[in-house]
């Protein structure tokens, strides 16, 4: 059984941080492409920030140079470093993983930017 389990989430102040972390199970993860998504209070889900399985970034151009995707593929997890926060990083927060056709999701947490 194929799980992706996130964590770290929370409330917090604008210019803060916080790290998220998503643990994948039932699935051979090195193998994986790794993605966080994000979706804001009524608005369309988004991507955040892709780490391919041989280590490459991609992100958003909102959270460029704030925040930081990497990926620990002996513990199986992938995180999100999120730093000078605002008050429009407030949404939930997903993992991806997608290798090929295979494709699955976590449970989200929720990130809330407020003052």
């Known amino acids: 059984q194929v799980q992706l389990v996130e964590s770290g989430g929370g409330l917090v102040q604008p210019g803060g941080s916080l790290g998220l972390s998503c643990v994948a199970s039932g699935i051979t993860f090195h193998f994986y492409d790794m993605v966080w998504y994000r979706q804001p209070p009524g608005k369309q889900r988004e991507l955040v920030a892709r780490?391919?399985?041989?280590?490459?970034?991609n992100y958003a151009d909102s959270v460029k140079g704030r925040f930081t995707i990497s990926r620990d593929n002996d513990k199986n997890t992938v995180y999100l470093q999120m730093n000078s926060l605002k008050p429009e990083d407030t949404a939930d927060y997903s993992c991806?993983?997608?290798?090929?056709?295979?494709?699955?999701w976590g449970q989200g947490t929720q990130v809330t930017v407020s003052s």
């Open positions: 991806r993983a997608n290798w090929g056709i295979n494709v699955h």
């Open positions: 780490i391919s399985s041989g280590g490459g970034t």
